[in-house]
C-alpha cells in the first residue's frame, strides 16, 4: 500500500513557478487523461489553489507506485516546463506524513492565512473534481472523506478559525455589525480612492451595502473607484461635496493619505448638527490619519476606527489562532495515527475473509458428517451441536485475528499475512 | 407525567439548576467549550420543568392559580416567564450571550420568594377576577419592563465594547445597538400601558373592596411603592414618545434607571413587607388585613375548584 503526495506551496515556491504549475480550468481534465495513462493502478487526487499546487497518488500496490521523480517528470512535461526550474520547490510526502500534510492543508494549518476558511471548500472542490474524471478509489475517497472530518473537527474544537484577521473584514464584522443591524439601508461614503479603500468596499458589498459615495480630490480617481462598483450604484463626487456627504453618511471609510487630517473637530461637528446624531461608523484608514481623534468624543453615536485600532484587534486575533496551532496538531496526529490503523486494517481484510470462510467451510464439513452418523439426534439437538461447533471456530479464530488487528496499528502486517497463508494454505 | 412527580420538588431544586446554567454560561466567557451551551440548556430546561412543577402542586395544595396564591409564588411565575424567554432565546441563537443577562434576573426572582410570604393574597375573596386581572397585568408589565432593563444593560454593555474599540468575543455575542435600541423601544412602550392597566385594575379592586367590607388602603407601602414606580416609568414613556432626538444610550441609560428603580422597589417592598410580619415588631395594615382575610379564605376554599388556571 503507498500513499504519496507530490507537492508545492506558498512556503517552498514563490507565485512564479506557482502559477506555471498550476492546473486551472481545461488544464485539470488533461492532467487527469495524462495520469490515468501513465499510472493505471493509481488513484489521483489535483489539488490546484493559487497557493499549492499537490499532486496525491495511492494504490494498494506499492510495487506499481508512481515515485516522486516520476511524478515531478509528469508535471515538467505536461506544462513543459524544465525540471530543474522546479525541482527543488518541489516535496514530497509518503504513508502517514502524506495523510498529516493533507490534514493539515484542509484544517488551513498550512494556510497562508492561517484558519482561513476557504481552503477545506478548495479539498472539497479538488476531491469532487478527481470523484468526475473517474481519478479516485477507495484509499484516496478514505483519505479526503477524513480530511473533511478533521477540518470539521478542528473547526469546532479550536479557536484556529475564530476572529477576523484583516483590516477590512474586522471593521466590518467586528464592529460594523455592532452598531447596525443591516448594511443595505446605509449610505456609505468612501473618502480617497486607494487600495484599501477598495478592498474595504468589496467587503461592504458582500455585506449587502447598495448606496455608496466615492469623494476624492481627483474626480477622476474617484469616478475610477465608482465605476469598479457600479453593479452597487456607487457614484463619484467631486471634493466640494464633502461637508454635504459627512452630514448624510452612515458609514465613512476614508483612506486619502493627506498628510494633515482631512476632516477635523469643527468640520465634523457641523455635519453632525446637520444629520442629527444618528449613528455613524467612520473607519479611518488613512496614515497619517484622515480624522482628527477628538471626534470620536463628539458624541454617543460616533464610532470612530482608526487603522491601529484595527491592526490591534487583527494581531489579537491572529496571536489567538496561533496559540491553537498545537491543540490543531493534536487533533491531525490523532486521526492521521486512527487513519492509518484502519488503512493497514482494511489491508488485513482479506485474509481475515479468506481464513475465517476456510475455518467455518471445515465446521460445516464436520457437521454434516455428524448429521449422517447421529440420525437419532433431534433438530433441537443439531442445533446444539451447530451452534456449539460455531463458538469452537470463532474461539480458535480469535487469537489469529487479534495478533493481526495488533500488528497492523503500526503498518501493514505483511509478515504475519504471510506466515497465515503459509500455515494455513491460503490462496490469494 | 402525573403532577405528583413534583410534590418532592422545592424551590431550591431549581435554584441549583439555575445557578448551574447561569455557571455554564459564565464559563463560556473563559474557555470555548460549545457543549456547555447544551448542557447549560439541559439545566435550564431541567429548572424549568421542576418550577413548573412545583407551581402547579403550589396552585393544587392552596386551590388557587399560582399568580394568586401568594407574593412567593407570583414572583415565581415572574421568574417562570424570564426562564422562558431565556430557553427560547438560547434555542434559537447559540452565539447569543443571553444567559448571563437573564439568569441573575430568575436567580434574583427565585432567591426573593424565599423571602416573601407564601399566604393567599386576602383580596381574592373580594373580586377574584379583578384581582386575577391585576396580577396577570402586573406580571406581564413587570415581566417587559425586566427586558427593557436587560436590553438596556447589553446595549450599554455593548456600547462601550465598541467605543473602546474592544473585538467582540466568539460564543457571547450581543445584537447590534440599532436592534438593541429597536426591541428596548418597543419593551418600554408595551409594558408602561400594562403596568398602568395593572394599577388601574388594582385601584378599582381597592375602591370594591372596601364596597364589599374588604379593607385595603391605599396608604399600603406595597400599593405606594407601586404608583412611584409607575410614575417613574410613565415619565419614560412620555419621554420616550415625545422626544424626537433620543439616543440608543439615552434611553437605554433612562430605561436601566426607570426599570432598575421598579424591580428594587418591588422586590424590596414585598420582603421588607414579610420581615415586619415575622418581627412582630411593627404591624403594617398589609398584615393586619393578611390575617383578617386568610380566616375568611380558608373558610371559602372549600367552595373554590381549581382546575390548573382560573376559573
Not at chain 2, 465598541?162 to 468575543?169: E, F, G, N, R, V
Not at chain 2, 396608604?219 to 439616543?247: E, Q
Request: charged share 20%.
Amino acid at each position: 500500500m503507498n500513499l504519496q503526495v507530490v507537492y508545492c506551496n506558498h512556503q517552498s515556491a514563490n507565485l512564479s513557478i506557482r502559477e506555471r504549475l498550476a492546473f486551472a480550468g481545461d488544464k485539470l481534465e488533461a492532467a487527469y487523461r495524462e495520469l490515468a495513462s501513465r499510472f493505471r493502478s493509481s488513484e489521483f487526487v489535483v489539488l490546484s489553489t493559487c497557493n499549492r499546487v499537490e499532486v496525491y497518488s495511492a494504490q494498494e500496490s506499492p510495487d506499481a507506485a508512481p515515485t516522486r521523480k516520476q511524478i515531478a517528470e509528469f508535471v515538467s512535461e505536461f506544462h513543459r516546463l524544465p525540471l530543474e526550474e522546479f525541482s527543488d520547490e518541489l516535496l514530497a510526502e509518503t504513508g502517514p506524513d502524506a495523510v498529516r500534510h493533507l490534514f493539515r492543508v484542509a484544517s488551513s494549518l498550512d494556510s497562508m492565512v492561517l484558519g482561513e476558511p476557504q481552503i477545506v471548500n478548495q479539498v472539497k472542490e479538488a476531491y469532487r473534481a478527481a470523484q468526475d474524471h473517474n481519478a479516485c478509489g477507495p484509499l484516496t475517497h478514505a483519505m479526503f472523506q477524513g480530511a473533511i472530518r478533521v477540518s470539521a473537527r478542528v473547526r469546532s474544537e479550536t479557536r484556529l478559525a475564530e476572529g477576523r484577521v484583516s483590516i477590512a473584514s474586522v471593521a466590518v464584522s467586528d464592529f460594523g455589525r455592532g452598531i447596525f443591524d443591516r448594511f443595505d439601508d446605509k449610505r456609505v461614503l468612501i473618502l480617497g480612492a486607494g487600495e484599501m479603500a477598495e478592498e474595504t468596499l468589496r467587503y461592504l458589498c458582500e455585506e449587502g451595502v447598495r448606496q455608496v459615495v466615492v469623494v476624492n480630490r481627483s474626480l477622476a480617481g474617484a469616478e475610477k473607484l465608482a465605476a469598479q462598483f457600479a453593479s452597487v450604484g456607487a457614484r463619484p463626487r467631486s471634493w466640494e461635496a464633502l461637508d454635504e456627504e459627512l452630514a448624510l453618511a452612515d458609514m465613512i471609510v476614508s483612506t486619502t493619505g493627506a498628510s494633515e487630517p482631512v476632516v477635523d473637530v469643527n468640520r465634523f461637528r457641523e455635519a453632525r448638527r446637520r444629520s442629527g446624531e444618528k449613528p455613524v461608523f467612520i473607519l479611518d484608514l488613512g496614515a497619517p490619519r484622515d480624522f482628527a481623534p477628538a471626534i470620536a468624543d463628539l458624541d454617543d453615536n460616533v464610532f470612530l476606527y482608526d487603522i491601529d485600532a484595527l491592526e490591534e484587534t487583527c494581531d489579537q486575533n491572529r496571536k489567538a489562532r496561533y496559540r491553537e496551532i498545537e491543540k490543531a496538531q493534536l487533533i491531525i496526529d490523532e486521526e492521521a495515527e486512527r487513519f492509518m490503523q484502519d488503512v493497514y486494517h482494511m489491508a488485513t481484510g482479506p485474509i481475515v475473509k479468506r481464513l475465517r470462510e476456510q475455518w467455518h467451510d471445515v465446521s460445516r464439513d464436520e457437521l454434516e458428517r455428524l448429521r449422517s452418523k447421529l440420525a437419532h439426534l433431534s433438530p433441537a439437538d443439531l442445533d446444539i451441536v451447530e451452534r456449539g461447533m460455531e463458538r469452537i471456530v470463532n474461539k480458535l479464530l480469535h487469537p489469529p485475528l487479534e495478533a493481526l488487528r495488533h500488528e497492523a496499528k503500526s503498518g501493514t502486517p505483511q509478515g504475519l499475512i504471510d506466515a497465515l497463508k503459509r500455515l494455513f494454505h491460503l490462496r490469494d | 407525567m402525573p403532577i405528583d412527580f413534583f410534590a418532592k420538588v422545592s424551590v431550591f431544586c431549581f435554584l441549583a439548576s439555575y445557578v448551574m446554567a447561569l455557571g455554564l454560561d459564565a464559563a463560556r466567557l473563559m474557555k470555548r467549550w460549545p457543549v456547555a451551551r447544551w448542557i447549560g440548556l439541559v439545566f435550564g430546561l431541567a429548572g424549568f420543568a421542576a418550577q413548573t412543577g412545583y407551581l402547579l402542586i403550589r396552585g393544587r395544595q392552596e386551590h388557587l392559580p399560582p399568580l394568586l396564591s401568594s407574593p412567593h409564588d407570583w414572583l415565581l411565575v415572574l421568574a417562570w416567564i424570564v426562564v422562558l424567554l431565556y430557553l427560547f432565546l438560547t434555542w434559537a441563537d447559540r452565539e447569543l450571550a443571553v444567559g448571563l443577562f437573564l439568569l441573575p434576573v430568575v436567580l434574583l426572582f427565585v432567591g426573593a420568594s424565599y423571602l416573601v410570604s407564601k399566604q393567599p393574597n386576602p383580596l381574592i375573596a373580594g373580586n377574584r377576577g379583578l384581582v386575577m386581572l391585576h396580577a396577570s397585568l402586573l406580571v406581564v408589565g413587570i415581566a417587559g419592563v425586566v427586558g427593557g432593563v436587560l436590553l438596556s444593560l447589553m446595549y450599554v454593555i455593548q456600547h462601550r465594547r465598541l467605543k473602546q474599540h474592544h473585538a467582540s468575543q466568539p460564543g457571547v455575542l450581543l445584537p447590534s445597538l440599532a436592534r438593541l435600541a429597536r426591541w428596548n423601544w418597543w419593551a418600554v412602550v408595551v409594558s408602561v400601558p400594562v403596568l398602568t392597566l395593572g394599577l388601574g385594575s388594582g385601584v378599582a379592586l381597592g375602591l370594591t373592596s372596601q364596597e364589599t367590607g374588604t379593607v385595603l388602603s391605599f396608604s399600603d407601602p406595597i400599593v405606594l411603592g407601586h404608583g412611584v414606580v409607575w410614575v417613574a416609568m410613565m415619565s419614560l414613556f412620555a419621554w420616550l414618545l415625545t422626544t424626537r432626538r433620543s439616543t440608543g444610550k439615552q434611553v437605554a441609560a433612562l430605561t436601566l434607571w426607570a426599570g432598575g428603580f421598579l424591580l428594587v422597589i418591588l422586590i424590596g417592598l414585598q420582603v421588607l413587607s414579610l420581615t415586619t410580619f415575622h418581627s412582630g415588631a411593627k404591624t403594617s395594615l398589609r398584615t393586619r388585613h393578611f390575617r383578617f382575610e386568610i380566616s375568611n379564605l380558608k373558610s371559602q376554599t372549600s367552595n373554590l375548584k381549581f382546575t390548573g388556571g382560573p376559573s
